[in-house]
C-alpha cells in the first residue's frame, strides 16, 4: 500500500488554486528557506509541538513519559527527540491541550477518502485539490500515484512547487497535473543557494520543462522576502529572467509571519520573527513597472 508523510489536510482552501480545493501537505524539502511558515515540513518526521501560553507546569507529560524524553529543567518544557518514540502518551494526559504532534504516515487511499468529502463544493466552485509541500517531489512515488488516482476520479489537481525535482520526474507526473505553481524567489544563483539551498539551474530547468508541455498552465509565484528580494532593482532582473524564460503569468506573494508561533512550538529559532508581514500595497511599487513586461502580473 502506498503512503505519504504529511503534516495536514486542510479542507475549504481558496488561495491555492482555483475555486475551493482541499490542500494535501506532504512532508520533505530540499531547502532551507529562513521565513519559511511552514518548518515542520521541511524533514520527513512526526514533531512534537509544545505551546508554552498553554501550560501550566503540571508535569503530567514528564510523568508518563516512559524514555525520559520530556524533563522540566527550571520550570521550563524540554523534549529530547532522540528519545522519543511517539508514542503519543504525553499529549493524551496533558489536560492543557498545550502538546500535540505534526507528520504523520497515511495511505493514498486514506487521503483520497478525505477529499470526497468535499466534492460538492469543489464542482460547484471550480475547485479541487492542491498538493503543497515541503516539496511534493520529495516523495515521488507516492506523490505520482497520488496524482495519477486524483485525474482518474476527475479532479483538477493542482500543485505547488519549488522547482527543485528533475526533467524525468517533471515529464512522468505532467499528465496528471492540470496547474503548477511555482516558486521563483531569485534570480541571482549565489544569492538563491546561500540563504535557501536553493539551485538556480534545476529551477529554471524545471520551469522550461513544464512551459513545454502544453498540457500544463504554470503560474510562478514570487514571495517577496524583505532583505531578501524587496527591492526595484531585484524584482525587475526576476520579471526580465521570468520573460526570456517565456513565462506568462506572475504571482506577488506578500512575506508573513504567521508561522512565528510554529517555530517557538517547535523549539526553533526564526530569524524574521521581528520583520512586519507585507501585504498587497507594499507589493503596489512593482505593479507600476508591470508594464515595462509581457508578463501578466498580479
Keep these: 500500500m502506498v503512503s505519504l508523510n504529511i503534516m495536514e489536510i486542510e479542507r475549504f482552501a481558496i488561495s491555492d488554486g482555483p475555486g475551493i480545493r482541499t490542500t494535501v501537505f506532504l512532508q520533505g524539502c530540499p531547502l532551507y528557506c529562513p521565513w519559511c511558515s511552514n518548518p515542520e515540513s521541511q524533514k520527513i518526521k512526526t514533531h512534537l509541538f509544545h505551546l508554552e501560553s498553554k501550560c501550566i507546569g503540571c508535569r503530567r507529560c514528564e510523568s508518563v513519559c516512559k524514555q525520559n524524553a520530556i524533563k522540566f529543567k527550571e ?55 492542491t498538493i503543497s509541500g515541503g516539496e511534493p517531489f520529495v516523495q515521488f512515488e507516492g506523490f505520482f500515484e497520488l496524482c495519477k488516482r486524483l485525474k482518474e476520479k476527475n479532479y483538477h489537481v493542482c500543485v505547488e512547487t519549488t522547482g527543485q525535482t528533475t526533467i524525468d520526474k517533471c515529464n512522468k507526473i505532467s499528465d496528471y497535473v492540470d496547474l503548477f505553481l511555482i516558486d521563483y524567489k531569485h534570480s541571482n544563483s549565489k544569492k538563491l543557494k546561500e540563504v535557501t539551498g536553493g539551485d538556480l539551474e534545476i529551477i ?30 531585484d524584482m525587475n532582473q526576476i520579471f526580465k529572467r521570468l520573460e526570456e524564460l517565456n513565462v506568462t503569468e506572475v504571482h506577488l506573494l506578500p512575506f508573513h509571519n504567521f508561522g512565528k508561533t510554529k517555530y517557538k512550538q517547535m523549539r526553533k529559532d526564526y530569524f524574521y520573527e521581528s520583520v512586519p508581514s507585507l501585504n498587497k500595497k507594499d507589493l503596489e511599487i512593482y505593479l507600476k513597472d508591470k508594464w515595462n513586461f509581457k508578463l501578466y502580473i498580479k
Excluded at 95 to 124: H, L, P, T
Design 75 to 129: 520550570n521550563k518544557f524540554t523534549f529530547n527527540e532522540n528519545l522519543c518514540i511517539f508514542c503519543k502518551d504525553c499529549a493524551l494526559k496533558c489536560i492543557q491541550n498545550a502538546i500535540s504532534f505534526v507528520g504523520e504516515k497515511v495511505s493514498i487511499s486514506d487521503i483520497i477518502s478525505e477529499i470526497e468529502k468535499d466534492d460538492d463544493y469543489y464542482k460547484s466552485s471550480g475547485g479541487g485539490v
Design 204 to 233: 529554471e530547468t524545471t520551469i522550461k520543462t513544464l512551459l513545454n508541455n502544453k498540457s500544463n498552465q504554470v503560474i510562478i509565484r514570487i514571495p517577496v522576502i524583505p532583505n531578501f528580494n524587496h527591492t526595484k532593482e
